[in-house]
């Protein structure tokens, strides 16, 4: 088994960037949903409410080593219809650039501490998308912690923390579970519909629900929980437009306490590194899955 993919997200619920090298940190990749849109109340906002969020792109320039955090590195920002109009901001805003500390409100996690962008952005943002917002950032500073029903502690006592991704650092899913998924769709969908972290090729079709613990280079993974999935996923990325599937299928076999399930929310140990697409994957050790296996393994 080998990592074939790996993508991060740096603004929440817009496009992702797929990469042949990511570094691994406590929140999540390096760069992964650091920034998020949110209302004037601080309220965050998703596709899930706002389709049109999907036809937003993202690049980072320059593209270089994850592991060199350089603050020359710059975010570009475009809608898909209107390639011309791009935003541009430091992808890891320097304490100058930051602007007015901000509370806000991502599921459960309220008053976390955010700092707003700039007012550039917040404009851009509105004009494009139609609807007052305003654009956060998440200082090195925030600690949102994961559900402590599934969080683990780190070497200071401390639990598992997150960026501003719905509730886990990393989302593993396998290939073939997406090949399995595709064979029973009349219209195949793409792996960008389930915005993984890690995709893993080489396992059969949802092995990865058991995972409990598995190594990639010199890091430690924690499967948790498997990822309760939404109407995010029925949002086609390449037009914005809602429909029924994958879901409707997915109901049908990968049900779970009335949650339909597909990839593993994964927690990371300390020790970070970079990862790889072409790195082997050794799991260490399994658990009985929540929902039973097409096949044993």
Same mark, same amino acid.
């Given at each position: 088994?080998? !990592?074939?993919? $790996?993508?991060?997200? @740096?603004?929440?619920?817009?496009? %992702?960037? +797929? &990469?042949?090298?990511?570094?691994? *940190? ?59 109009? !791009?935003?541009? $901001?430091?992808?890891? @805003?320097?304490?100058?650039?930051? %602007?007015? +500390? &901000?509370?806000?409100?991502?599921? *459960? ?62 989302? $593993? ?125």
């Amino acid at each position: 088994m080998i !990592v074939s993919d $790996l993508r991060i997200y @740096p603004i929440k619920s817009l496009g %992702g960037i +797929s &990469v042949s090298e990511a570094f691994v *940190d406590e929140k999540g990749f390096r760069y992964d949903r650091r920034f998020m849109l949110v209302t004037p109340s601080g309220n965050f906002i998703t596709q899930r409410t706002n389709h049109h969020m999907a036809l937003i792109d993202v690049a980072i320039d320059p593209i270089s080593r994850p592991a060199d955090d350089d603050p020359g590195r710059m975010l570009r920002i475009w809608h898909r219809n209107r390639p011309d109009n !791009v935003l541009t $901001l430091p992808l890891t @805003p320097s304490p100058e650039d930051m %602007g007015e +500390s &901000v509370p806000v409100s991502i599921w *459960d996690s309220e008053n976390v501490p955010a700092v707003l962008v700039s007012a550039e952005a917040d404009r851009w943002f509105s004009d494009t998308l139609g609807i007052p917002c305003r654009l956060v950032f998440m200082p090195d500073s925030t600690r949102r912690t994961v559900d402590p029903a599934y969080a683990r502690s780190n070497q200071h006592g401390e639990l598992s923390v997150v960026s501003f991704a719905d509730g886990y650092p990393y989302l $593993l899913i396998g290939q073939s579970s997406l090949d399995d998924l595709n064979r029973r769709l009349r219209q195949p969908v793409g792996i960008e519909r389930f915005r993984p972290s890690i995709v893993i090729s080489g396992s059969l079709p949802y092995e990865e629900d058991a995972w409990q613990q598995f190594k990639i280079g010199v890091t430690t993974f924690y499967g948790v929980k498997p990822c309760a999935r939404c109407v995010l996923t029925t949002i086609d990325p390449a037009t914005g437009q809602k429909g029924r599937e994958p879901l409707h299928t997915l109901a049908t076999y990968r049900q779970w306490k009335h949650k339909i399930l597909f990839g593993q929310n994964v927690i990371p140990d300390a020790t970070y590194d970079s990862l790889r697409v072409g790195q082997s994957v050794e799991v260490v050790s399994r658990v009985t899955p929540w929902l039973a296996p097409p096949d044993k393994f």
